[in-house]
């Protein structure tokens, strides 16, 4: 006879499995540095995380955002649902060259918050009247949404010896 524990242990490593590839990073950013925030005992810290992310249309910008990390065991285990809080910081980092045209609100980045149901996502859009680039970053969450955002704008500027600058709206689709 089979025990009811057992079967239920068995159904939650088939379904962690199969969704393992659903809630990992599309691109993983670049960790920069963690700093523990609440002190577990005999499990993780809950952490506060700093990433580094290129702009993968836009070369010459990069981002740097803070997330929330949860620990214990339920957050070493990825079974956690981590909070929506997102800092953001986005600088032109070098000349800027615009690869494609884009749409506002395009994303940039996505990352899971959750096994299921929440993401972070980085979008860019643009003001052509200043010729800023606009980065939002916010997480979403299938049943309610999230409140929770941060914007960073980065003004298209000269770089060096450089005299043309790029103009986003050149780019932008309507």
Same mark, same amino acid.
């Given at each position: 006879? /089979?025990?009811?524990?057992?079967?239920?242990?068995?159904?939650?490593?088939?379904?962690?499995?199969?969704?393992?590839?659903?809630?990992?990073?599309?691109?993983?950013?670049?960790?920069?540095?963690?700093?523990?925030? %609440?002190?577990?005992?005999?499990?993780?810290?809950?952490?506060?995380?700093?990433?580094?992310?290129?702009?993968?249309?836009?070369?010459?910008?990069?981002?740097?955002?803070? %997330?929330?990390?949860?620990?214990?065991?339920?957050?070493?285990?990825?079974?956690?649902?981590?909070?929506?809080?997102?800092?953001?910081?986005?600088?032109?980092?070098?000349? %800027?060259?615009?690869?494609?045209?884009?749409?506002?609100?395009?994303?940039? @980045?996505?990352?899971?918050?959750? /096994? @299921? @149901?929440?993401?972070?996502? /980085?979008?860019?859009?643009?003001?052509?009247?200043?010729?800023?680039? %606009?980065?939002?970053?916010?997480?979403?969450?299938?049943?309610?949404?999230?409140?929770?955002?941060?914007?960073?704008?980065?003004? /298209?500027?000269?770089?060096?010896?450089?005299?043309?600058?790029?103009?986003?709206?050149?780019?932008?689709?309507?």
């Amino acid at each position: 006879m /089979i025990r009811l524990p057992w079967l239920i242990a068995g159904a939650l490593a088939t379904l962690l499995a199969a969704a393992a590839p659903a809630w990992s990073a599309d691109d993983d950013p670049e960790l920069i540095f963690k700093k523990s925030t %609440v002190w577990k005992f005999l499990s993780p810290d809950h952490k506060l995380a700093t990433y580094a992310i290129d702009d993968p249309l836009v070369e010459g910008v990069s981002c740097h955002f803070t %997330v929330p990390e949860k620990g214990g065991w339920m957050g070493w285990a990825g079974l956690a649902e981590e909070l929506s809080d997102i800092s953001l910081a986005c600088r032109q980092v070098g000349p %800027v060259s615009i690869k494609e045209r884009f749409e506002q609100g395009d994303e940039v @980045f996505r990352q899971r918050r959750s /096994i @299921f @149901f929440k993401k972070m996502r /980085i979008v860019r859009g643009c003001d052509p009247e200043r010729n800023v680039l %606009v980065y939002l970053a916010y997480s979403d969450k299938l049943i309610e949404g999230s409140p929770k955002n941060s914007t960073s704008t980065v003004a /298209i500027m000269p770089w060096g010896a450089q005299t043309d600058v790029a103009r986003c709206a050149d780019f932008l689709d309507e």
